[in-house]
C-alpha cells in the first residue's frame, strides 16, 4: 500500500514537471523566427529530460537554451527594468499568458531595413495548449506556491525568470548566470522622461579650499581647474589712502560778493553830449540798469547802482566806500578834447561832433589803497572786452591827446591817477569809457541793445573771475601755517 502510494506521487510529480516543461516549449513555439526544426529538437530533448530524474547536469543543459534563445523585440515583454528581473508567481493565470498585444519599440530610422518585420503566430495561444495538456493527463493546474513545494531530500533552487512570461525552471545554485542582454523598450509620449543624470561634481580637496579661501589683498587669485567653467573672481584690491593732494581753489559765493555800480555825473551835471545832443548821464543809467538786471541773473544779489544828485566827488567816493563793495565800477561814455571836435550839419541841424575817435577806454589810479585788486580786475575786464570779437576795440586817444600812461596798452587799460572817485573810494575801483558818444558810429552803437549786450556780458565774466580769485585767497589766508621746524637740538639728536 506504502509503495502504491509512492509511485502515485512519484507519477504525479513527474506530470507535473512534463506539463511545465511543454508549456515552456510552447511559449518559445511562439516566438517568431524559431524554425520548426529547432522546435521539435526543444520538444524531444525536453520529453527525455522530464522521463529521467533531474541532475544538475541536465538543469545546466536546460538552461543553456533558454539563454541563449533568439530573441527579437516581439517576443520581449515591454517591461521595467525591475519588472524584467522580478520573478513572477506561477498561480497567476495571467502571467502564464505571453505578452502578444505588446507592440515593439519603432527601430531607428537607419536600420528600418535591416530590422526583420514580426510575424503573427499562427498556432494557438500557450495558456490552450497548457490546459489540454494537462486535462489529458489528468493533472489540475497548480493552485499557488505551495503546490511548488519541493521534498525536503531535493536543495532549493533559484529559478530562471523566463523572457515570455510562462514558468520558470529551477536551476542549481551553483550554475552561474549568463550575462543577461538588457533591452529597454522606448519610452511612450504618455510616460513620463526618465530623470536627467545629474552632473558629476569634483570632489573639492584641501588644496582647492586653500585656493579659494579669504587670502590677503596682495595675493594673487587662484587658477580656476584645467576645463572648468567657472571665471575666477578678481582679487580685492588694496585699500589705498588717497594720495596728499593740493586743497582745491574755493569758488566764489555769488550772493556774499558785493558790488557798487557807480553812475558816472548827474542829471545837472550830465558830462559829455552826444553827436546827436543825448547826455552822458542818459546812457550811463541805461546801462546800469541792464547790468545790474544780469548780474542778479547771476545770483549776485548784493550788487547795487549808486547815483548822486549834486557834483560833490569826495561825498561820491565816500557813499561808496560806506558799501563795503568787494569791487566798484563806475560807468561812463567818453569825448574828446574840445580842439578834437567840430560844429556842422548833422541830419538838418547844427552839431558838435567828431570823427576817427571811438572804442572803450579803461582807468585805474595808482593812488588807489587796493591797486593790486583794482589792477587785476581790470585786467580781466579789458581781456573780456576784447574777447567779444571786432564788436569791441580799445581806443588810445587818451595817451595821444592826454598823455595817459598805459597799463595794459593792447586790452585798453590805462592809469589815470588824479581821478577822485578811484583814488578816494577804499575798495578796488575801475572806470569804464564804454564808448566814445561824439562820434557818430559809436553813438550809433551806444544806442543799440546788442551793443550793450557784448559789454555787460564782458563786465559780469570778469565780476565772476575776480569773485573766484577773491575767493581762492581768502582760502589761502585762513589756512594754517606750516609746521615749526625741529630745534638745532632736534637735528644734532637725528644725526646721531
Same mark, same amino acid.
Given at each position: 500500500?506504502?509503495?502504491?502510494?509512492?509511485?502515485?506521487?512519484n507519477?504525479?510529480?513527474s506530470?507535473?514537471?512534463?506539463?511545465?516543461?511543454?508549456a515552456?516549449?510552447m511559449?518559445f513555439?511562439?516566438?517568431?523566427g524559431?524554425?520548426a526544426?529547432?522546435k521539435?529538437a526543444?520538444?524531444?530533448k525536453?520529453?527525455?529530460?522530464?522521463?529521467?530524474?533531474?541532475?544538475?547536469?541536465?538543469g545546466k543543459a536546460?538552461?543553456?537554451p533558454t539563454?541563449?534563445?533568439?530573441t527579437?523585440?516581439?517576443?520581449?515583454?515591454?517591461a521595467?527594468d525591475?519588472?524584467a528581473?522580478?520573478?513572477k $508567481?506561477p498561480?497567476? =493565470? #495571467? !502571467?502564464?499568458?505571453?505578452?502578444?498585444?505588446?507592440?515593439? %519599440? &519603432?527601430?531607428?530610422? *537607419?536600420? +528600418?531595413?535591416?530590422?526583420?518585420?514580426?510575424v503573427?503566430?499562427?498556432?494557438?495561444?500557450a495558456s490552450?495548449?497548457i490546459d489540454?495538456?494537462?486535462k489529458?493527463?489528468?493533472?489540475s $493546474?497548480p493552485?499557488? =506556491? #505551495? !503546490?511548488?513545494a519541493?521534498?525536503?531530500?531535493?536543495?532549493a %533552487? &533559484?529559478?530562471?525568470? *523566463?523572457l +515570455?512570461?510562462g514558468?520558470?525552471?529551477?536551476?542549481p545554485?551553483?550554475?552561474p548566470?549568463p550575462?543577461?542582454?538588457e533591452?529597454k523598450?522606448?519610452?511612450?509620449?504618455s510616460e513620463p522622461?526618465?530623470?536627467?543624470?545629474?552632473?558629476?561634481?569634483k570632489?573639492?580637496?584641501a588644496?582647492?579650499?586653500a585656493?579659494?579661501s579669504?587670502?590677503?589683498?596682495a595675493?594673487?587669485?587662484a587658477?580656476?581647474a584645467?576645463?572648468?567653467?567657472?571665471?575666477?573672481?578678481a582679487?580685492?584690491q588694496p585699500e589705498v589712502p588717497?594720495?596728499?593732494?593740493?586743497?582745491?581753489p574755493a569758488?566764489?559765493?555769488?550772493p556774499?560778493?558785493?558790488?557798487a555800480?557807480?553812475?558816472?555825473?548827474t542829471?545837472?551835471?550830465?558830462?559829455a553830449?552826444?553827436?546827436?545832443g543825448?547826455?552822458?548821464?542818459?546812457?550811463?543809467l541805461?546801462?546800469?540798469?541792464?547790468l545790474?538786471?544780469e548780474?542778479?541773473?547771476?545770483?549776485?544779489r548784493?550788487?547795487?547802482?549808486?547815483?548822486?544828485?549834486d557834483?560833490?566827488?569826495?561825498?561820491?567816493?565816500?557813499?561808496?566806500?560806506?558799501?563795503?563793495p568787494?569791487?566798484?565800477?563806475?560807468?561812463?561814455?567818453?569825448s574828446?578834447?574840445?580842439?578834437y571836435?567840430t560844429?556842422?550839419?548833422?541830419?538838418?541841424?547844427?552839431r558838435?561832433y567828431t570823427?576817427?575817435?571811438?572804442?572803450y577806454?579803461?582807468?585805474?589810479?595808482?593812488?588807489n589803497a587796493?591797486l593790486?585788486?583794482?589792477?587785476?580786475?581790470?585786467k580781466?575786464l579789458?581781456?573780456e572786452?576784447?574777447?567779444?570779437?571786432n564788436?569791441?576795440t580799445?581806443t588810445d586817444h587818451h595817451?595821444?591827446?592826454?598823455?595817459?600812461?598805459?597799463?595794459?596798452?593792447?586790452?585798453g587799460?590805462?592809469?589815470y591817477?588824479?581821478?577822485?572817485?578811484l583814488?578816494?573810494?577804499?575798495a578796488?575801483?575801475?572806470?569804464?569809457?564804454?564808448?566814445v558818444?561824439?562820434?557818430?558810429s559809436d553813438?550809433?552803437?551806444?544806442?543799440?541793445?546788442?551793443?550793450r549786450?557784448?559789454?555787460v556780458?564782458?563786465?559780469v565774466t570778469?565780476?565772476?573771475?575776480?569773485?573766484?580769485?577773491v575767493?581762492?585767497?581768502?582760502?589761502?589766508?585762513?589756512?594754517?601755517p606750516?609746521?615749526?621746524?625741529p630745534?638745532?637740538?632736534?637735528?644734532?639728536?637725528?644725526r646721531k
Amino acid at each position: 500500500m506504502n509503495c502504491d502510494s509512492k509511485r502515485g506521487r512519484n507519477l504525479q510529480r513527474s506530470s507535473r514537471r512534463f506539463a511545465w516543461m511543454l508549456a515552456l516549449l510552447m511559449s518559445f513555439a511562439m516566438a517568431p523566427g524559431a524554425s520548426a526544426e529547432s522546435k521539435k529538437a526543444e520538444a524531444d530533448k525536453k520529453a527525455s529530460s522530464a522521463k529521467s530524474k533531474t541532475s544538475p547536469a541536465a538543469g545546466k543543459a536546460e538552461a543553456a537554451p533558454t539563454a541563449n534563445a533568439p530573441t527579437t523585440p516581439a517576443s520581449v515583454a515591454p517591461a521595467a527594468d525591475d519588472a524584467a528581473t522580478a520573478p513572477k $508567481p506561477p498561480d497567476a =493565470p #495571467a !502571467a502564464e499568458k505571453p505578452a502578444e498585444t505588446a507592440s515593439p %519599440a &519603432p527601430p531607428a530610422a *537607419s536600420d +528600418a531595413a535591416n530590422q526583420p518585420k514580426p510575424v503573427a503566430p499562427a498556432e494557438p495561444a500557450a495558456s490552450d495548449l497548457i490546459d489540454a495538456a494537462m486535462k489529458a493527463l489528468h493533472v489540475s $493546474p497548480p493552485a499557488g =506556491p #505551495a !503546490a511548488q513545494a519541493k521534498p525536503p531530500s531535493e536543495p532549493a %533552487a &533559484p529559478a530562471t525568470p *523566463s523572457l +515570455a512570461g510562462g514558468p520558470q525552471t529551477p536551476v542549481p545554485a551553483d550554475t552561474p548566470k549568463p550575462p543577461a542582454t538588457e533591452v529597454k523598450p522606448s519610452p511612450s509620449p504618455s510616460e513620463p522622461s526618465p530623470p536627467a543624470t545629474p552632473t558629476e561634481v569634483k570632489p573639492t580637496t584641501a588644496t582647492d579650499d586653500a585656493a579659494t579661501s579669504a587670502a590677503p589683498a596682495a595675493a594673487p587669485a587662484a587658477a580656476p581647474a584645467p576645463g572648468s567653467t567657472e571665471v575666477p573672481a578678481a582679487p580685492a584690491q588694496p585699500e589705498v589712502p588717497p594720495a596728499a593732494t593740493a586743497p582745491q581753489p574755493a569758488a566764489c559765493n555769488p550772493p556774499d560778493f558785493r558790488i557798487a555800480i557807480d553812475v558816472g555825473h548827474t542829471e545837472t551835471n550830465y558830462g559829455a553830449v552826444s553827436a546827436h545832443g543825448d547826455h552822458e548821464y542818459e546812457f550811463n543809467l541805461r546801462l546800469a540798469q541792464e547790468l545790474i538786471q544780469e548780474l542778479w541773473a547771476r545770483k549776485f544779489r548784493r550788487a547795487e547802482i549808486v547815483t548822486q544828485v549834486d557834483s560833490d566827488l569826495a561825498k561820491r567816493a565816500r557813499d561808496l566806500s560806506s558799501r563795503r563793495p568787494n569791487i566798484m565800477l563806475s560807468l561812463h561814455h567818453d569825448s574828446v578834447q574840445d580842439r578834437y571836435l567840430t560844429t556842422g550839419m548833422l541830419d538838418g541841424q547844427m552839431r558838435t561832433y567828431t570823427n576817427g575817435f571811438h572804442g572803450y577806454s579803461i582807468f585805474i589810479s595808482r593812488e588807489n589803497a587796493y591797486l593790486d585788486d583794482s589792477e587785476r580786475f581790470a585786467k580781466l575786464l579789458g581781456t573780456e572786452m576784447r574777447a567779444q570779437g571786432n564788436v569791441l576795440t580799445p581806443t588810445d586817444h587818451h595817451e595821444v591827446q592826454e598823455n595817459r600812461q598805459p597799463f595794459d596798452k593792447p586790452i585798453g587799460v590805462y592809469f589815470y591817477d588824479g581821478l577822485a572817485v578811484l583814488r578816494q573810494t577804499t575798495a578796488p575801483a575801475v572806470l569804464l569809457e564804454s564808448a566814445v558818444i561824439t562820434d557818430v558810429s559809436d553813438e550809433q552803437k551806444a544806442n543799440d541793445k546788442a551793443f550793450r549786450a557784448h559789454i555787460v556780458n564782458a563786465i559780469v565774466t570778469a565780476v565772476s573771475k575776480f569773485c573766484d580769485a577773491v575767493a581762492a585767497r581768502a582760502q589761502t589766508r585762513t589756512a594754517p601755517p606750516p609746521a615749526a621746524k625741529p630745534a638745532a637740538t632736534e637735528k644734532q639728536g637725528s644725526r646721531k
